[in-house]
């Protein structure tokens, strides 16, 4: 079938939104009609050119929800009509990890899905001819999209596809890193650097999982509004001092727990530092740039302090995003306030644009 399409030609160029062809699911494969999509900064870091493993040409996104059209065969748990959201965390359910509850980094797909391949190893985009690469076993800049039952999570019809596309990356992983990585105790102080999707996530994460108090920090004033918008207590101004007024406010001890949620080495240092010793938890949630390092006294680790990474808020996706969907259609999260503007596919660089431009928290691409 032809489908329109913002295609990456070549790195550094804007997204070109075009007609392709999209071949219908194999084994295990689902075709899935999009009605929303969240435009992310690693769609941004893959367009430009700085992710060295980044390839081209290939259908950018990977924040969609949408409705199942048609199923390929041996798919086994979901039909057409079904509400999904697209996973780049696959959960088979039966590798080694996945049948294990301390990760959920699940190994089926992983190869394949670097490569920009469906799991057979070939695609399902083209266009004359010309093979298309699947981005992160997603490519949701599009009206449909060809993926692998295994990484779609199916999710209750009456939410809105443009707040349920936001549990496909950020939210979740924000909202995990508190709730599976972290499990915040009750009673508990938190800090949470960054008030981007993640960042806020965590917040409500915390605030969901009882926490006491939750102290956000970030460079900008409106961010750190909508962090209290999802519990924050105390808001502080990042930068230079920002270890010090935690330790202050927190009796010189610093936070049980504590998150990073921006990327930076030097704030995950941050993050490290602000963790009471004893046993204080650093999740480490943002993705460094390439060979850059942390760098940590050894002897805050002595002290108790302890640091975990967390990939896709440790959710093992088909499990688990249903779940928060559900608790979000409960009333238990505000997410009214992370959708800033609506967009087109055929304005998918203008997302890109306000996303550089730091405004609003998600662009959502409305098909
Ligand atoms: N682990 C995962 O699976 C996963 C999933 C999605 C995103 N991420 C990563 O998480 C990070 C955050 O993603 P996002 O979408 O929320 O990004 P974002 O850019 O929207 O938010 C980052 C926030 O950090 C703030 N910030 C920058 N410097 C700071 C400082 N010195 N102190 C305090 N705050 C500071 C910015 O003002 C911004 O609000 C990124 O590195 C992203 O790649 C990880
Ligand atoms: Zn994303
Ligand atoms: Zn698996």
Same mark, same amino acid.
Do not use: W
């Given at each position: 079938m032809k489908m329109r399409a913002a295609v990456l030609e070549g790195f550094g160029e804007p997204l070109a939104v075009q007609d392709v062809e999209l071949a219908e699911p194999r084994a295990g494969e689902v075709l899935v009609r999009l009605h929303a999509c969240g435009v992310c900064h690693t769609d941004l870091y893959t367009a430009s050119?700085?992710?060295p493993s980044g390839y081209a040409p290939t259908v950018l996104g990977h924040e969609g929800a949408g409705v199942v059209e048609a199923v390929g065969p041996d798919v086994a748990e979901l039909a057409p009509g079904d509400h999904v959201v697209t996973l780049f965390s696959p959960q088979c359910r039966e590798c080694v990890h996945c049948?294990?509850?301390?990760?959920?980094?699940?190994?089926?797909?992983?190869?394949?899905?670097?490569?920009?391949?469906?799991?057979?190893?070939?695609?399902?985009?083209?266009?004359?001819?010309?093979?298309?690469?699947?981005?992160?076993?997603?490519?949701?800049?599009?009206?449909?999209? &060809?993926?692998?039952?295994?990484?779609?999570?199916?999710v209750s019809p009456e939410a809105p596809f443009e707040h349920a596309?936001?549990?496909?990356?950020?939210?979740?992983?924000?909202?995990?890193?508190?709730?599976?990585?972290a499990t915040v105790q009750p009673g508990s102080t938190c800090a949470v650097f960054g008030a981007g999707m993640v960042g806020l996530g965590a917040v409500a994460g915390c605030?969901?999982?009882?926490?006491?108090?939750?102290?956000? &920090?970030d460079l900008s004033p409106e961010r750190l509004e909508l962090a209290r918008g999802q519990g924050a207590t105390d808001l502080l101004e990042g930068g230079e001092g920002a270890v010090e007024r935690i330790l202050e406010m927190t009796d010189g001890f610093g936070a049980d727990y504590t998150f990073e949620a921006t990327g930076n080495v030097a704030v995950m240092r941050q993050a490290v530092e602000a963790a009471r010793m004893g046993w204080g938890l650093c999740t480490v949630a943002g993705v460094?740039?390439?060979?850059?390092?942390?760098? &940590?006294?050894?002897?805050?680790?002595?002290?108790?302090?302890?640091?975990?990474?967390?990939?896709?808020?440790? &959710?093992?996706?088909r499990d688990q995003?249903?779940?928060?969907?559900?608790?979000?259609?409960?009333?238990?999260?505000?997410?009214?306030?992370?959708?800033?503007h609506r967009i087109t596919l055929d304005e998918v660089n203008r997302g890109f644009e306000l996303m550089e431009a730091q405004d609003g928290i998600r662009s959502v691409i409305e098909f």
């Open positions: 050119g700085a992710d049948l294990d509850p301390r990760t959920n980094l699940c190994l089926a797909i992983r190869e394949e899905q670097n490569k920009g391949h469906l799991p057979d190893g070939t695609t399902r985009i083209s266009r004359d001819g010309e093979e298309i690469r699947s981005f992160m076993g997603c490519s949701t800049f599009a009206e449909y999209t &060809v993926m692998p039952e295994i990484a779609l999570a199916k596309c936001l549990f496909a990356c950020g939210l979740s992983t924000g909202l995990g890193a508190a709730i599976n990585t605030r969901l999982q009882g926490a006491e108090r939750i102290i956000c &920090v460094a740039g390439r060979g850059e390092t942390l760098d &940590v006294v050894p002897r805050l680790l002595i002290t108790g302090r302890r640091i975990a990474g967390s990939s896709f808020g440790g &959710v093992k996706g995003v249903p779940v928060l969907v559900d608790r979000y259609l409960a009333g238990e999260i505000d997410l009214d306030p992370f959708v800033s």
